[in-house]
């Protein structure tokens, strides 16, 4: 309480008594006695009328030095297109499919395509990529197809189709690389599931790389991580012939790219002409893929 016969004098005033008493500290911290009332629907941080102008100087210093934490805009606008990308990613399949099942211009592309850790290792890098459009069978083909298109839009929200689906296609190859060298050399795998569980690693990281700064909840922040986690144990771990190690792998190379993808910037805006550009060379990339393994 000050104890003056002088005139007080607000210094500060706020609708919230916390900032005022934060206030207060700084000038009881230099000296200056203040107290603090209320009056209507605000407080106010009052001073001696002696003391005003250091007072105001005193805030004035702390508020330069402490400036308010700038957030991250809380919702990012999804990026147009990203249906195209998952519709391409469809399309894609479909056709490979088809093509395998009968061997199209007489050769065998399921022993061209599937990855063989033997082999990969050897230098046959293209199976890596390959592997990614060839399944085992009709379930397998719709199980893919289903959680691409919803993870490769998601990721194209964020991205753009074109990028978003360049990132999950060299995110899945590195993760069949990584399981090749892991892998006893005898193991084979097909399916675009390692490519599937890195955009969704992708999605969530990209996710909690702009919460981070968007808010001091724990909850807030790390939410699509855990989230992310528990989809690759409810989805990325049962099946007789499931690779789990491969989705583990996809899904970490996608946790990877995601982080610093969102890293460089919160909202990737990039001209369409861009987005066709990386679309059209992860197409390119399948069909070279493709063209050397046949």
């Not at 399949?93 to 990969?120: E, R």
Request: glycine fraction near 10%.
């Amino acid at each position: 309480m000050i104890e003056s016969d002088n005139l007080l004098v607000a210094v500060y005033q706020s609708s919230q008594r916390t900032t005022c008493e934060e206030y207060a500290l700084v000038l009881k911290a230099v000296g200056i006695e203040c107290e603090i009332t209320r009056l209507d629907d605000h407080f106010s941080l009052m001073v001696d009328a002696d003391d005003v102008w250091q007072a105001r100087k005193q805030l004035s210093l702390y508020a330069i030095e402490n400036p308010p934490r700038t957030k991250v805009e809380q919702t990012i606008r999804s990026q147009p297109g990203a249906w195209l990308g998952a519709a391409l990613y469809v399309i894609t399949l479909l056709v490979v499919d088809i093509l395998q099942k009968q061997q199209a211009f007489g050769l065998d592309w399921w022993s061209a395509g599937h990855t063989h850790a033997a082999l990969i290792r050897d230098g046959e890098w293209w199976r890596t990529i390959t592997a990614l459009s060839l399944h085992a069978d009709q379930i397998h083909l719709f199980g893919n197809i289903v959680f691409g298109v919803l993870f490769g839009t998601l990721a194209g929200q964020r991205l753009g189709a074109g990028l978003a689906w360049l990132v999950t296609l060299i995110a899945g190859a590195a993760g069949n690389t990584a399981n090749a060298l892991i892998q006893v050399p005898q193991h084979m795998s097909v399916g675009a599931s390692t490519a599937v569980f890195a955009a969704l690693g992708i999605v969530v990281a990209h996710t909690w790389q702009w919460r981070r700064n968007a808010s001091e909840r724990w909850a807030y922040r790390w939410g699509p991580i855990v989230s992310g986690v528990i989809l690759l144990g409810f989805l990325g771990m049962s099946g007789e012939r499931t690779d789990f190690l491969a989705h583990i792998l996809g899904f970490g190379v996608g946790i990877l790219i995601g982080a610093l993808l969102g890293a460089l910037h919160p909202r990737i805006a990039l001209k369409a002409s861009h987005q066709i550009a990386f679309g059209a060379a992860t197409l390119w990339i399948l069909a070279i893929a493709w063209f050397i393994a046949l």
